[in-house]
């Protein structure tokens, strides 16, 4: 049992930065891939980032590409974004999920826990 809590979201202007963290519970951490994915207001959720198990290797979607960095600590069971070059269409509820086949990682029902989420707002 994995259990995820995400801090960090808030208010930002467009072209501000945040830095989301999302704390596992569990000695296991280090055997999951973990991702982030957002839900902005009547869509789906979307995969924005995920960091393999070991840490070694990164995935992004294309929209965020160049702006966000996922990183994670293993020794403090932590997983984090960086979300830099903010913009209004990032509005969203951002969840961290923990994935523990460390594949498949851009697919949502890939991940067995899931964060309660985190609102991100960009104003323009």
């Known amino acids: 049992q994995v259990q995820l809590v995400e801090s960090g979201g808030g208010l930002v202007q467009a072209g501000g930065s945040l830095r989301l963290s999302c704390a596992a519970s569990?000695?296991?951490?280090?055997?999951?891939?973990m991702g982030w994915f957002r839900q902005a207001p009547g869509k789906e959720r979307d995969f924005v980032a995920a960091?393999?198990?070991?840490?070694?290797?990164?995935y992004y979607a294309a929209s965020i590409q160049g702006r966000f960095t996922i990183s994670r600590d293993n020794a403090k069971n932590t997983v984090y974004l960086q979300m830099n070059s903010l913009e209004p269409d990032d509005t969203a509820v951002y969840y961290c999920?923990?994935?523990?086949?460390?594949?498949?990682?851009?697919?949502?029902?890939?991940?067995?826990?899931w964060g309660q989420g985190t609102q991100v707002t960009v104003s323009s």
């Open positions: 960091i393999s198990s070991s840490g070694l290797v990164p």
């Open positions: 569990g000695r296991t951490f280090r055997n999951y891939a």
């Open positions: 999920a923990a994935n523990s086949a460390d594949r498949d990682v851009i697919t949502p029902v890939k991940y067995s826990y």
